[in-house]
C-alpha cells in the first residue's frame, strides 16, 4: 500500500494506472476509520481495480465553534485498516498541501444546502464540496463512495456531479451501525459510556418515525412530534433540528407523498452532535 502525502505522487501513480486501464474508485474519508468507512472501502474493491482513500480532515468545513482542532485522529490504525482491507493509495496531504497560499476558489450547491445540516453549518458543505471536487480531480477516480449516514452530503455530492458534468459515478451505501442500533460514527469517541447509552435515542426515536411512515403516515408534522417526544424524553439530549424532506430538492414537506428523508441532529450532553437518518423511497 502506498502512503501518498502530495498531490503529485497521487497524480503520478493514477497516470499510470490509466495507462494500463486500470478503473480507480475513491474513499474520501477524514480518518479515524470505523467499520462504516470500511463498508465503503469494500464495496470499492469489489468494483474498482484501484482504490484510493483519502484520510483529510478537511478544515474548511469546519466553522469557527466546531471539533477541528480535537477531532479524533489516528493514522496509523487507519493505515492498518486500509492495507487490511486492499487499498491502493491512501491520500493524507496537509492541509497547507490542499490549500496553498492564494486558494480563492469553492464549490457549492444551494437549495439542498439549506436545509438539515446547512441551517447550523452554514459553511459546511461548501467546504466538501469544494475538497471532493479536488478530490475527484486529483484521483480522476470512476466510481467515489459515501456513506447514507451523512445522507444530506452524499444528495449535495450527487447534485454537484450531475449539474457540473463531473466524470465520476457516484455511489450512496448504506448506514453500518453498532449491535445496538447507533449509527458508527468517528465522534461516538467523544461520548462517556453513560451518554453512549443515552446516544441510543437517536435510533430509537428514527425507528419509530420510520415505522410510521411506512404504515403509511402521511402527516410529516405528526411524524416529527412523535420523534421529538421521545428524543425529549432523554434529558441528556438537545435537539438541533427533527426534519422530513423530500429526497430531491432536501426541501420541508408537509405531506408525505413521494421519495422523503428523515434526519436528525441533536445534542448529547454539551459538546457532542450526533446525526442519523432513514430515506423511505
Ligand atoms: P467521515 O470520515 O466522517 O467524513 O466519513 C467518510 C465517509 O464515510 C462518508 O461518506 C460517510 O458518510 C461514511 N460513513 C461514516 N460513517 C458511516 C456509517 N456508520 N455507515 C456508512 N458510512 C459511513
Redesign the pocket.
Known amino acids: 500500500m502506498i502512503v501518498a502525502t502530495t498531490i503529485e505522487d497521487v497524480k503520478k501513480y493514477v497516470k499510470e494506472w490509466k495507462k494500463q486501464g486500470f478503473s480507480i474508485g475513491l474513499?474520501?474519508?477524514?480518518?479515524?476509520?470505523?467499520?462504516?468507512?470500511a463498508?465503503?472501502i469494500k464495496r470499492a474493491k469489489s468494483e474498482c481495480d484501484k482504490v484510493i482513500v483519502s484520510?483529510f480532515v478537511?478544515p474548511i468545513q469546519f466553522g469557527p465553534k466546531e471539533d477541528l482542532a480535537t477531532y479524533p485522529r489516528d493514522f496509523d490504525a487507519d493505515c492498518k485498516l486500509c492495507e487490511e482491507l486492499g487499498t491502493d493509495i491512501v491520500f493524507h496531504p496537509e492541509p497547507s498541501e490542499m490549500y496553498r497560499e492564494g486558494f480563492h476558489s469553492y464549490v457549492g450547491v444551494d437549495v439542498l444546502s439549506s436545509e438539515l445540516c446547512g441551517k447550523s453549518r452554514p459553511i459546511h458543505f461548501n467546504g466538501v464540496c469544494t475538497v471532493v471536487s479536488k478530490l475527484f480531480h486529483i484521483s480522476e477516480a470512476d466510481k467515489a463512495?459515501?456513506?447514507?449516514?451523512?445522507?444530506q452530503?452524499?444528495a449535495i455530492v450527487k447534485r454537484m456531479v450531475r449539474d457540473l458534468n463531473f466524470n465520476i459515478e457516484i455511489i450512496g451505501?448504506?448506514?453500518?451501525?453498532e449491535e445496538d442500533g447507533l449509527?458508527?460514527?468517528?465522534?461516538n469517541t467523544y461520548l462517556s459510556a453513560g451518554e453512549r447509552k443515552k446516544a441510543l435515542v437517536l435510533h430509537k426515536a428514527l425507528t419509530e418515525g420510520e415505522k410510521m411512515v411506512r404504515a403509511g403516515e402521511k402527516d410529516a408534522g405528526k411524524v416529527i412530534r412523535a420523534v421529538r417526544e421521545i428524543i425529549e424524553s432523554e434529558p441528556v439530549a438537545r435537539i438541533d433540528y427533527v426534519e422530513i424532506v423530500d429526497w430531491n430538492e432536501l426541501q420541508k414537506v408537509d405531506i408525505i407523498d413521494g421519495p422523503i428523508l428523515m434526519a436528525v441532529a441533536v445534542f448529547i450532553g454539551e459538546k457532542v452532535r450526533l446525526i442519523d437518518n432513514f430515506i423511505v423511497e
Open positions: 474513499v474520501p474519508t477524514m480518518g479515524y476509520l470505523h467499520e462504516g468507512h463498508s465503503l484520510d478537511n463512495y459515501f456513506g447514507q449516514k451523512d445522507a452530503q452524499l451505501c448504506p448506514i453500518i451501525r449509527a458508527k460514527s468517528s465522534r
